[in-house]
Every structure is written in C-alpha cells, then in structure tokens.
C-alpha cells in the first residue's frame, strides 16, 4: 500500500465529486442557514496554529448562541472555560476558522469555514449578556464556505440513535483519569466534585 502525498494520489483512489457536492457551498448564510445556527445548541470548530498542529474545540449554549450579524459574518460569545485558550491563540496567528453546527436529533450538520478575530466590542458583548454577565470576549466570523454537510457520518455512528448510548459507568470518570495520569494523591471522588462544582459555579 502507498501513501497518498498528492491531489493526484488521492484521485488514484477517489473519483471527482459530483457537482452537487460542489455548487452546494452557497459562500454566505441564507434563510435556511440562519434557520439552522437558530436551532443547533453545540458546534466543533477546527483552527491551526503557526507551527500547523490543529486544534478541534466543542463549543455550546442555548440554542442559537451563535448570532447571525448578516449573511456574511457570524458572531459567537467565549463563555468561561479552562483559560488554555488554544483556538483563540491560534487566531492570533492564523484566523482560518472551520465551524460544524449540529443540531440533536438532525442528520445534516451545517459547516461554515472563514476567517476569526476575537473582540471585546461593547455593543457585542452585549448582545451576549446571560443573567447579567457577559461572555469573555466575542468570534467575529467572516463567512467564506457555508453548505450542509451530508448526513452519511452521523448515521453511521448512530449518534442520535438512544440504543446506541454507552453506560457511562463503562469508562472512568474524569476524576479518576487525572489522578492517573498526573499521578495524584487525593482521591478520584473529591476532584470530580471540584470539576462537578466547578462547571456549575462557572458555567457563565
């Protein structure tokens, strides 16, 4: 078997995508697209940083937390979060953006890639206000990409199926991974109650 180095390689393998999967990207958000963000609760977003290692981060709020400015430009609170600031630091260096919106219980998601830079305009922090507080800073992001996603990746997975659900007694707690892991000697129950707090105190 041989690695697959170029754009010709990959075609060895795969045939050109059919027009469709081409002409589909709308390049701007429409009616539907403005629709769809209104209803998705969580998206992924894909950024690179200057040395090209990615990064892939799962962001989330009420439904339609993501703000649709005008068909061109979306803007996207930061809540409290861990402060390692991995996505926005490489804005800083490279404002590519990827976006995956989903939706629970939809088969489409919705992909918009563009460019990022991070503000602390007041009229947008504003805009994001939840009992009060606002968010860290706001995503401004200019649109380039924007079309629908085919839905073979999630009915493959069966991600909305209920029978699919895995126990979560099945795996570790997250207490108990990092006690492993960074070999600690409180026990694994006290640090899932401080994430458990934690995640409550400072979920806004």
Known sequence: MSDLKTQSDLRTVYKPPAGGAVVKDIG?????????ISLSPFLCIGTSGEDGLCDVSPRGGEPGFVHVIDKATLAMPDRPGNNRLDSMSN??????????????????CLRVNGFARMTTEEVLMNRFLHDGKPPRSVMLIEVREAYLHCPKAIKRAGLWDPAAQVDRATFPTAGQIYRDQMKLEVPAQQIDAALDQNSRDELY
Do not use: N, S
């Open 28 to 36: 701007h958000i429409d009616a539907h697209f403005e629709h769809f």
């Open 91 to 108: 804005l800083t260096a490279r404002p590519g953006v990827g976006l995956l919106f989903f939706i629970p219980g939809f088969e489409d």
